[in-house]
């Protein structure tokens, strides 16, 4: 028997029981959908993010304290890492051949007050070279190196953060408070999009470095000298990101007088690492969450099942009679194995198109939410759906189709 | 052509054994057309699964063509039912959802072969059936399922015709016509037996076997 007639034979039964075969055929349907949604929401979340640090610029590298002694990863956390970095070694930063800028940043939440206007906001001590992380000025002028040097009570605010705190006011030369300090506004940075872990980066206010460090959030290094959180190195280009992170870590080695079999008390981290560990990081999650969603897919193959066993002794009868007539027993088998995979074919192709626009819906909200989030489905997650949800017909399929098969035709043509 | 020796049929029921053919030896010729009669539970049937290659018997030896058929596997038995014989049944067995035509392209689509629409045109129109080719069985009478019966039976140019109480369920008028068509395949050189239990309708045929409990307890011509 060919297999184009058993294909046939499978969807004229399919067609006979509509009601039926689409109920059965709705397990798949949610099943496959709830993992293609996760899976092009997950891939979407992942081109987000990467496009988000792509936008803070890929030829930077970010150098932050570390505490040599703790063990992986947590070694950069806040907690653990004591300052460990300083102004100077910034400066001595910037005299690396290949680094065009150094931009040392201290950061924290702080609390704008402008009349009876009052917003949390991301504060970062820094000094002129920040704008070159990828701001621009709107009005006004950035922080300067003498407004540095003098410790000026000066602020520049982000694009969102001047829209909410002045509405249509110019706040150029305007007085705000800052953790209850008074600071003159010299500047508005134009809009850069983008957000980190839902702060826009348009939602910040810049004063310099020194007047962060004494006025505004005083912390030491054990040496008795002003921290500072971070130093962002702009590099003169990707080829030169292996010399300059040698150089920074022989520079600072040698000014932290580190001895030769003791770690660093500092951590070098480019956008592209970081980007790398975000992506892995969505990924790990994605895959979790459409593990657990395959339950569904679980779920629909034994209903599958279900109904093929009440398929098979429903139609004992004609299994009799198409073996009385010569089916053999790979005949029968085939028949109703190909019915169960094309059920499960059919609900899988409804299923990835149902998923599809599940997660267009979910990019919809998230993007009116603020997260301006591209549901992407790759060809890869539509051949493993298709070939999931065949694989589910055919594991379902197979103990009722071969209960078929073993019928004994003359007990089989008198079933009643 | 259908050659039987010492052939013997016996049923498990649980730990009960229940003997169905108790040594049946019959030679059937080609070209005979022959009646088995016989009360209810005389084995009729289960001889005529056993020759219609439907079953297999558990002593015994029989003889198809000449090769033995007795120690056949499931598939080489499919094959024979599919190649050698046509069967017929009481209650026709026809699929409810698929149409004449369709039923009677049955056997050719487990038996291959080309040209299948034509084949099986060509068999609807030997039981005078042409015009209801795509009507569904619950739209025909009883004669005329029957009738389609007979051609899905005939499509495969079987040697042998097995009919088992093929007009049980017919009223005369039907029943005349189904039987003149057994008469008309006898005479092209089909080999037909039948199984009845009305002695107006073996005596159409040419020898009748009767059975009893299992046995052959008598074999004779037609006058």
Redesign the interface.
């Given at each position: 028997m060919k297999f184009i007639e058993s294909f046939t034979i499978a969807l004229r039964s399919l067609f006979a029981n509509k009601l039926r075969s689409s109920l059965t055929m709705l397990g798949i349907i949610i099943g496959v959908s709830a993992v293609i949604a996760i899976m092009a929401g997950g891939r979407g979340m992942e081109n987000y993010v990467t496009s988000t640090l792509e936008d803070m610029g890929t030829d930077i590298l970010y150098v932050t304290p570390s505490n040599p002694n703790a063990p992986g990863a947590a070694a950069m956390a806040p907690g653990y890492a004591t300052a460990t970095l300083t102004l100077d070694d910034a400066e001595a930063i910037a005299r690396i051949p290949s680094v065009l800028g150094v931009a040392p940043t201290n950061e924290n939440f702080v609390e704008l007050t402008f009349g009876d206007e009052t917003l949390a906001s991301v504060i970062e001590g820094t000094t002129p070279e920040f704008k070159d992380l990828g701001y621009d000025i709107a009005s006004g002028q950035f922080i300067t190196e003498r407004n540095v040097a003098s410790r000026d009570m000066v602020a520049v605010l982000g694009s969102e953060t001047a829209k909410k705190l002045f509405s249509d006011e110019d706040p150029l030369g305007q007085k705000i408070k800052i953790n209850e300090k008074r600071f003159t506004v010299v500047g508005v940075l134009s809009s850069k999009g983008g957000a980190m872990f839902g702060f826009s980066l348009d939602e910040i206010v810049a004063v310099p470095i020194t007047t962060y460090q004494t006025r505004l959030f005083p912390q030491r290094t054990p040496g008795g000298e002003d921290a500072v959180q971070s130093i962002g190195v702009i590099v003169s280009g990707p080829e030169a990101m292996d010399n300059v992170t040698a150089d920074i870590e022989t520079t600072l080695r040698n000014r932290h007088r580190i001895d030769e079999d003791e770690k660093d008390d500092f951590t070098i981290v480019s956008m592209e690492q970081m980007i790398g560990a975000f992506s892995d990081i969505t990924g790990v999650v994605s895959i979790f969450l459409a593990a657990i969603a395959s339950i569904g897919l679980l779920v629909a193959s034994i209903g599958i099942m279900n109904i093929m066993l009440v398929s098979v002794t429903e139609r004992t009868r004609e299994i009799g009679i198409r073996k009385a007539v010569g089916a053999k027993r790979r005949d029968i088998l085939l028949q109703f194995l190909l019915e169960a995979a094309t059920l499960s074919l059919i609900g899988g192709g409804a299923g990835i198109a149902f998923g599809w626009a599940l997660s267009l819906v979910i990019s919809i909200i998230a993007t009116l939410a603020g997260f301006p989030l591209q549901a992407t489905l790759s060809p890869l997650h539509v051949i493993i759906a298709v070939g999931v949800s065949v694989f589910i017909g055919l594991a379902s399929g197979i103990y009722p189709a071969m209960r078929a098969a073993r019928l004994n035709p003359i007990d089989a043509l008198h079933y009643e | 052509m259908i050659e039987l020796e010492n052939i013997t049929k016996i049923y498990r029921m649980g730990k009960v054994e229940v003997p169905a053919l108790r040594g049946i030896t019959l030679d059937i010729k080609q070209g005979e057309m022959v009646a088995i009669i016989g009360a209810s539970g005389s084995g009729k049937s289960t001889l005529m699964?056993i020759v219609g290659f439907?079953?297999k018997p558990t002593l015994g030896r029989y003889l198809f063509d000449g090769a033995d058929v007795s120690r056949l596997s499931?598939?080489q038995l499919?094959?024979m039912?599919?190649?050698k014989v046509g069967?017929v049944?009481q209650t026709y067995?026809?699929?409810p959802?698929a149409s004449a035509l369709s039923n009677v392209d049955?056997?050719l689509?487990?038996?291959?072969g080309g040209q299948k629409r034509k084949r099986a045109m060509e068999s609807l129109e030997r039981v005078g059936l042409a015009t209801r080719a795509k009507h569904k069985p619950t739209e025909l009478s009883g004669g005329e399922q029957q009738r389609v019966a007979i051609a899905?039976a005939l499509v495969n140019n079987p040697a042998l015709i097995l009919a088992d109480e093929p007009t049980g369920n017919l009223d005369s008028a039907s029943t005349a016509e189904i039987i003149s068509i057994f008469r008309q395949l006898n005479q092209d050189g089909i080999t037909v037996v039948m199984v009845t239990h009305e002695m107006d309708i073996a005596e159409q045929t040419q020898r009748i076997i009767r059975l009893l409990d299992g046995k052959v307890i008598s074999d004779e011509k037609v006058a």
């Open positions: - | 699964n439907l079953d499931d598939n499919a094959v039912r599919n190649k069967f049944f067995n026809l699929l959802r049955l056997p689509i487990y038996g291959g899905r």
